[in-house]
């Protein structure tokens, strides 16, 4: 989706924001296209997209573990860990959450089995150094906020009526944010959440 695109939804969105009393950030909710989260599996063609997203969108519904799970499962690999990106993959021969956590400077990549919590392969690791400027600085600033990506994937489910499928950081105009994809129906949902403290100067 566009920036220009999200931006207009998102300023649509921001009455939604109001039913998050509790919430730690500000949620804004964008419907239309499919989020980038679930392009990869086709070239382009809206047909294709379609029919890809309905694929994964079904294995999705039909998987036993929830996005919370997964990200519970792989931060319990190290004590103090917390997720900086989580995503449900149905395209191979059984779907799996790709998770990756981060922990003593070090960005771990865990695979969850979406039917089981197993871990799929073991783990890998690489150190935060071998990460552009960018990468660094938002994983940086990841550790210096209060919230978290499992905070934010309760509060976008809540404000989507519906169960998150993917979920990470991005950062637009200085801002770090968590963007979350939730299924509504039968609709995606990208909710974008600013938490405090996260602007930069």
Same mark, same amino acid.
């Not at 909710?29 to 079904?58: C, K, M, Y």
């Not at 294995?59 to 931060?75: D, L």
């Given at each position: 989706?566009s920036?220009?695109?999200?931006?207009?939804?998102?300023?649509?969105a921001?009455?939604?924001?109001?039913?998050?009393?509790?919430?730690?950030?500000?949620a804004?909710?964008?419907?239309g296209?499919?989020p980038?989260?679930?392009?990869?599996?086709?070239?382009?063609?809206?047909q294709?997209?379609?029919?890809?997203?309905?694929?994964?969108?079904?294995?999705?519904?039909?998987?036993?573990?929830s996005?919370?799970?997964?990200?519970?499962?792989?931060?319990a690999r190290?004590?103090g860990?917390?997720t900086?990106?989580?995503?449900?993959?149905?395209?191979?021969g059984?779907?799996?959450?790709?998770?990756?956590?981060?922990?003593?400077d070090?960005v771990?990549?865990?695979?969850i089995n979406?039917?089981?919590?197993?871990?799929v392969?073991?783990?890998?690791?690489f150190?935060?150094a071998?990460?552009?400027?960018?990468?660094r600085s938002?994983?940086?600033?990841l550790?210096?906020?209060?919230?978290?990506?499992a905070d934010?994937?309760? *509060?976008?489910?809540h404000?989507?009526?519906?169960?998150?499928?993917?979920?990470?950081?991005?950062?637009?105009?200085?801002?770090?944010?968590?963007?979350?994809? *939730?299924i509504s129906?039968?609709?995606?949902?990208?909710?974008?959440?600013e938490p405090?403290?996260?602007?930069?100067?």
């Amino acid at each position: 989706m566009s920036t220009a695109r999200r931006h207009t939804w998102q300023l649509l969105a921001m009455a939604l924001s109001g039913l998050l009393v509790a919430a730690p950030a500000q949620a804004l909710i964008s419907t239309g296209s499919t989020p980038t989260a679930l392009h990869g599996e086709t070239d382009g063609d809206g047909q294709a997209d379609r029919q890809a997203v309905s694929r994964e969108i079904e294995r999705f519904r039909s998987s036993s573990i929830s996005i919370s799970q997964a990200m519970a499962i792989a931060e319990a690999r190290h004590a103090g860990a917390t997720t900086a990106d989580v995503s449900f993959d149905g395209g191979s021969g059984v779907p799996v959450y790709r998770v990756k956590t981060l922990h003593n400077d070090r960005v771990w990549r865990h695979t969850i089995n979406a039917a089981t919590g197993e871990l799929v392969g073991g783990e890998a690791a690489f150190p935060l150094a071998e990460l552009d400027v960018e990468d660094r600085s938002n994983l940086a600033a990841l550790g210096a906020i209060r919230h978290r990506l499992a905070d934010a994937v309760r *509060v976008a489910e809540h404000a989507a009526s519906g169960k998150a499928i993917s979920g990470g950081l991005v950062r637009e105009g200085g801002r770090l944010n968590f963007a979350i994809v *939730v299924i509504s129906g039968d609709d995606l949902k990208e909710v974008i959440l600013e938490p405090p403290g996260a602007r930069t100067k």
